[in-house]
């Protein structure tokens, strides 16, 4: 089974840069891509930024692209650094590890989940 933890997040002012951390623990060579989603009050859970660990190829959500950068391990650890925050940005981020590759955007290809961290962008 394999285990994500997150750390980090919190409350920034818009403009301001926070980042995220997930751990994994467990067999993670059977998750080869880990992604992060977020999910805003009232709204579904989206896919934002996914890396293929054995090539560290990333992919990111167009509304992210250029302001949010994904970092990743072949131990399954990933990190998400984001930069030029947006009061739209604020939401519960989570962290996402999947056997499917490249990293899907589809909440229902990802097996294992980080506990959910809040990140809220003040104006």
């Known amino acids: 089974q394999v285990k994500l933890v997150q750390s980090g997040g919190g409350l920034v002012q818009a403009g301001g840069s926070l980042s995220l951390s997930c751990r994994a623990s467990g067999p993670t060579y059977i998750t080869p891509s880990v992604a992060w989603f977020r999910q805003a009050p009232g709204k579904d859970r989206e896919f934002i930024a996914g890396?293929?660990?054995?090539?560290?190829?990333t992919y990111y959500a167009d509304d992210v692209q250029g302001r949010f950068t994904i970092s990743g391990d072949a131990g399954g650890n990933t990190d998400l650094q984001m930069t030029s925050l947006k009061t739209e940005d604020t939401a519960i981020y989570y962290c996402?590890?999947?056997?499917?590759?490249?990293?899907?955007?589809?909440?229902?290809?990802?097996?294992?989940w980080g506990q959910g961290t809040q990140v809220s962008v003040s104006s």
């Open positions: 890396i293929k660990t054995p090539t560290s190829k």
């Open positions: 996402a590890a999947s056997r499917v590759v490249p990293p899907p955007k589809r909440v229902g290809d990802y097996a294992y």
